[in-house]
């Protein structure tokens, strides 16, 4: 998620060893407040509503969902537009999605970035295009010739019933990369944003701790602790990635969205069944003392009681310890627990939204809701709910 122009290549690397860009000190002018959402591409969860519909009837999708977001109050949309080292824009690095048309490579006949973009222009949400960095398949299926997977085979692992790209790979962080860097070139989304899959979770084929890597290590790991060197790698990538993101469009946002307990016991009583410091290799907390993030969007999908309090997460998240240059917190919100599984009510999310606006010293640094889908049902209601959290 290689076969790569040496120039291009170079350009990218030149610039990942350029260092770190440093991000905003507590003081500075506060952003205006977010409220977005997550458009999910994969498996056709938001959007398209199925694969291989016309040009015209995914158009009218993009309205709709644009149109109910900016009638519900929102201002951002987080797109999924990499979703398996694929793509909802037309390419040079990676083929079309083939939850567009059915078929990995197929053109489906329009730009879907662009037409969110103009639709969002047009009722005043900004787009930010979310990807996958290191998934190259969910699942089953023929890969297009041009697939990562194809041009990289041997950085390819299979896990489970999904292909992974090695993050161990220089190769394939580039990758990741040179595809943020040429959609920022290309179009005037308002930022770039990761989701959490950087290392396989516990139980998606693997037993803990483990990833099929050894090679890699053997080549790439300069005498480090294997759970340090994984950590290294993620952290490389995210520190390319602000570098050139900031080089190439200054002013451009890059943010991600990790998984919302640091450690098991962190903060204390919190329980939790994955350690994303040392299972998912993933170290947010010194992405925001680096300054390497404009934005953090963890994942509090829990409601507030309980061994995942979501008002003791955020208050974790926002305080001096963990977030000492006071970069914006975007607490992601699951409001798909409105429905089956959880079947949370609507005051819930109510009053997870009024919580993430009086625990803010800025009585509102913003939220992303997971995902659309309710909200374009309007599921319980919550689309008035959401538009009357102001």
């Known amino acids: 998620m290689l076969v790569l122009m040496f120039s291009k290549s170079l350009r990218v690397i030149s610039l990942i060893v350029a260092g770190a860009c440093i991000?905003?000190?507590?003081?500075?002018a506060a952003a205006p407040e977010l409220r977005g959402a997550w458009v999910a591409t994969v498996s056709n969860l938001n959007f398209p509503s199925q694969a291989g519909e016309s040009a015209a009837a995914q158009r009218e999708e993009i309205h709709r969902l644009v149109a109910r977001a900016a009638d519900s109050g929102l201002n951002a949309l987080m797109v999924q537009v990499r979703p398996e080292a694929d793509a909802l824009y037309p390419s040079d690095l990676e083929p079309w999605s083939r939850f567009l048309t059915g078929t990995q490579g197929g053109d489906p006949g329009y730009d879907p970035l662009a037409t969110f973009i103009a639709e969002g222009r047009r009722r005043g949400v900004a787009i930010h295009a979310w990807i996958n960095p290191f998934r190259a398949a969910s699942?089953?299926?023929?890969?297009?010739?041009n697939h990562l997977s194809r041009q990289?085979?041997?950085?390819?692992r299979r896990v489970g019933r999904w292909l992974w790209m090695d993050p161990g790979d220089p190769a394939v962080r580039a990758r990741v990369v040179q595809v943020a860097v040429d959609i920022v070139r290309r179009y005037a989304v308002a930022g770039v944003v990761?989701?959490?899959y950087f290392y396989p979770y516990p139980g998606s084929g693997l037993p803990r701790g483990t990833f099929p890597d050894e090679g890699t290590y053997a080549r790439y790991g300069d005498g480090m602790p294997l759970a340090e060197w994984r950590r290294h790698n993620v952290d490389e990538l995210i520190r390319a990635l602000r570098t050139n993101l900031s080089?190439?469009?200054p002013g451009v946002k890059f943010g991600v969205s990790p998984f919302g307990i640091y450690r098991p016991g962190v903060p204390a009583g919190v329980e939790a069944r994955v350690d994303q410091y040392a299972e998912l290799y993933a170290d947010p907390v010194r992405w925001l003392r680096e300054g390497w993030v404009d934005y953090l969007s963890p994942q509090l999908y829990w409601s507030d009681a309980g061994p995942q309090s979501y008002s003791a997460l955020l208050k974790w998240w926002r305080s001096p310890e963990t977030n000492p240059r006071g970069i914006p917190i975007y607490p992601s919100i699951a409001l798909d627990r409105l429905g089956e599984g959880f079947h949370w009510p609507a005051s819930e999310i109510a009053h997870q939204l009024a919580l993430e606006r009086s625990l803010s010293p800025r009585g509102?640094?913003?939220f992303i809701l997971w995902s659309i889908?309710?909200?374009l049902r309007n599921q319980k209601g919550i689309a008035a709910v959401v538009a009357a959290a102001k």
């Open 152 to 156: 990289l085979p041997g950085a390819t």
């Open 364 to 366: 509102g640094d913003g």
């Open 23 to 28: 991000g905003p000190h507590p003081g500075e």
């Open 139 to 145: 699942g089953s299926g023929a890969r297009a010739a």
């Open 194 to 196: 990761l989701d959490d």
């Open 373 to 375: 889908g309710p909200l």
């Open 247 to 249: 080089s190439t469009r």
